[in-house]
Nanobody, 123 residues
Framework: QVQLVESGGGLVQAGGSLRLSCAASGRTFSSYAMAWFRQAPGKEREFVAGISRSGGNTYYADSVKGRFTIFRDNAKNTVYLQMNSLKPEDTAVYYC????????????????WGQGTQVTVSS
């Protein structure tokens, strides 16, 4: 069983930056593609970014492309989401996700979820 714990959320001004971290338990972190999702109140959970097992391939939602960067450190069992040029519409609970099959999973394909961390961007 894999447990994921997010950290780094908080309140930032529009245009600011934030880095989210997701620490994974277990010894098979490198076997999983990792992804970040987000969910605002009343909205569906949406894919934000994904990264392959080795970190060589990444994929981003159009809404964050050019502003967000996903990267991982397998030696530390940690995946990160660097968020720059934040906008109020980025406000959401951000979830770390692990998947054995794809770096662009749907919410139904995710094998493990973190508990979520709140990101609030003020205007």
């Amino acid at each position: 069983q894999v447990q994921l714990v997010e950290s780094g959320g908080g309140l930032v001004q529009a245009g600011g930056s934030l880095r989210l971290s997701c620490a994974a338990s277990g010894r098979t972190f490198s076997s999983y593609a990792m992804a970040w999702f987000r969910q605002a109140p009343g909205k569906e959970r949406e894919f934000v970014a994904g990264i392959s097992r080795s970190g060589g391939n990444t994929y981003y939602a159009d809404s964050v492309k050019g502003r967000f960067t996903i990267f991982r450190d397998n030696a530390k069992n940690t995946v990160y989401l660097q968020m720059n040029s934040l906008k109020p519409e980025d406000t959401a609970v951000y979830y770390c996700a692990a998947d054995l099959h794809t770096l662009t999973p749907t919410v139904y394909e995710v094998d493990y979820w973190g508990q979520g961390t709140q990101v609030t961007v003020s205007s």
